[in-house]
T-cell receptor
Framework: GNSVTQMEGPVTLSEEAFLTINCTYT??????LFWYVQYPGEGLQLLLK?????DKGSNKGFEATYRKETTSFHLEKGSVQVSDSAVYFC?????????FGAGTQVVVTP | EAGVTQFPSHSVIEKGQTVTLRCDPI?????LYWYRRVMGKEIKFLLH????????ESGMPNNRFLAERTGGTYSTLKVQPAELEDSGVYFC????????????FGPGTRLTVT
């Protein structure tokens, strides 16, 4: 069945380090792909999205590329800041509803 | 434009009691979704309203859960009677349209059943 697998956390990094969060999905067809972020004490916010193969979504220095051949949508940022500490969720859209991964907590230390 | 709001932010109840969660979507958003995250696991879909109609309720865990959206505005999710495994964070989201359109999420209601 449909599923999203993302790397387990917590991921602890120093400021200015490179961040990668792996995400792979199992779905029928070619769904739209998303990364959502939840900052402490806040709700989920859309970070970026990609709607078709080879599309690259980007926002706030984060990037992810829709890889159809590997069914992946890995999230990357070249230089993280303390303010990037949050839980990151990979998701895809299936018939209007979102299918999420378990979330990856990222902790960035000064 | 006001975002999606949820009430209460946190609820602690005993097993067997009833709890009602409320969600106010963004004005003009016909689509309203409920999701739940249990014990740090993935966020799971519960159901989807289009205006006042239930479009998809395939994620509702059992008949102890009842969702309504009278008048197509705010929605309530009632759990009766609550069980321990119902503890988690309940998120509401709304969108103007389905498909790849962004869903805007509320801050969630943390439900603790003791």
């Amino acid at each position: 069945g449909n599923s999203v697998t993302q790397m387990e956390g917590p991921v602890t990094l120093s400021e200015e380090a490179f961040l990668t969060i792996n995400c792979t999905y199992t779905a029928t067809g070619y769904p739209s792909l998303f990364w959502y972020v939840q900052y402490p004490g806040e709700g989920l916010q859309l970070l970026l999205k990609a709607t078709k193969a080879d599309d690259k979504g980007s926002n706030k220095g984060f990037e992810a590329t829709y890889r159809k051949e590997t069914t992946s949508f890995h999230l990357e940022k070249g230089s993280v800041q303390v303010s990037d500490s949050a839980v990151y969720f990979c998701a895809f859209s299936s018939w209007g509803k979102l299918q999420f991964g378990a979330g990856t907590q990222v902790v960035v230390t000064p | 434009e006001a975002g999606v709001t949820q009430f209460p932010s946190h609820s602690v109840i005993e097993k067997g009691q009833t709890v009602t969660l409320r969600c106010d979507p963004i004005s003009g958003h016909d689509n309203l979704y409920w999701y739940r995250r249990v014990m740090g696991k993935e966020i799971k879909f519960l159901l989807h309203f289009v205006k006042e109609s239930k479009q998809d309720e395939s994620g509702m865990p059992n008949n102890r859960f009842l969702a309504e959206r009278t008048g197509g505005t705010y929605s309530t999710l009632k759990v009766q009677p609550a069980e321990l495994e119902d503890s988690g964070v309940y998120f509401c989201a709304s969108s103007r349209a389905q498909g790849s359109h962004e869903q805007y999420f509320g801050p969630g209601t943390r439900l603790t059943v003791t």
